[in-house]
């Protein structure tokens, strides 16, 4: 059985960065070939994808936060690591992991396992 389960503060202050975990239990986050997502939703908006590693290891960002965002994993631990600098109150979402199979880490249709996201307040 996969889950997915986020983790990390739920407070950030302006112009900190947040670090988020997400840790996965069932599968190995290095099975082929899956997609491991950060993706979230601010108040009142939809869906923003933010990131993928695969299960190689190799990245990929949206080219709007690719400055800021950071993706890594600890294979031991089963876990995927995001990290955002430099955030503001923009930054205020619900904070997702997800899986895809595949490819297809654009197409929010394409995620068959979501963690249940975790709420992340960015002020002062």
């Known amino acids: 059985q996969v889950q997915l389960q986020e983790s990390g503060p739920g407070l950030v202050k302006p112009s900190q960065t947040l670090s988020l975990t997400c840790t996965v239990s069932g599968v190995s986050i290095r099975t082929h070939y899956y997609y491991w997502s950060w993706i979230r939703r601010p108040p009142g908006k939809g869906l923003e994808w933010m990131g993928s590693i695969n299960y190689s290891g190799a990245t990929y960002y949206s080219p709007s936060l690719k400055s800021r965002t950071s993706i890594s994993r600890d294979t031991s631990k089963n876990q995927i690591t995001l990290q955002l600098s430099s955030v503001t109150p923009e930054d205020t979402a619900v904070y997702y992991c997800?899986?895809?199979?595949?490819?297809?880490?654009?197409?929010?249709?394409?995620?068959?396992?979501w963690g249940q996201g975790t709420q992340v307040t960015v002020s002062s």
């Open positions: 997800a899986r895809v199979d595949g490819g297809y880490y654009r197409d929010f249709d394409k995620y068959d396992y």
